[in-house]
């Protein structure tokens, strides 16, 4: 079993900054994505940011600028820098993970793991 667990989320003023953190932990073989996502209350969760192992980001146009997403493959955790924040940016933060789990290769298995979620609001 994969967790992730997020962390960082809190009270912002508008034009601010925060940084979240994800890490995942367990019995991980690898880790091929890692993503933020976000969901406000009435709302279908959203993509903000997701790269690749190989570091390839992407990002939804209202963050573009603003947010970056990073990695340490080592570790297994990923981190979204934000700036520049707005009060339409307040929601619950995920994060989620995507690889496969697995100490021997007849045990491996794919997976895709969510986080608790982290709030973050941004007044204006």
């Known amino acids: 079993q994969v967790q992730v667990v997020e962390s960082g989320g809190g009270l912002v003023q508008s034009g601010g900054s925060l940084r979240l953190s994800c890490a995942a932990t367990?019995?991980?073989?690898?880790?091929?994505?890692l993503g933020w996502y976000r969901q406000t209350p009435g709302k279908q969760r959203e993509l903000v940011a997701t790269?690749?192992?190989?570091?390839?980001?992407n990002y939804a146009d209202s963050v573009k600028g603003r947010f970056t997403i990073s990695r340490d493959n080592a570790k297994n955790t990923a981190f979204l820098q934000m700036n520049s924040l707005k009060p339409e940016d307040t929601a619950v933060y995920y994060c989620?993970?995507?690889?496969?789990?697995?100490?021997?290769?007849?045990?491996?298995?794919?997976?895709?793991?969510w986080g608790q979620g982290t709030q973050v609001m941004v007044s204006s």
């Open positions: 989620n993970a995507e690889g496969r789990s697995g100490s021997s290769p007849w045990s491996r298995r794919s997976f895709s793991s």
């Open positions: 367990g019995n991980i073989f690898s880790i091929d994505s």
């Open positions: 790269i690749t192992s190989g570091g390839i980001t």
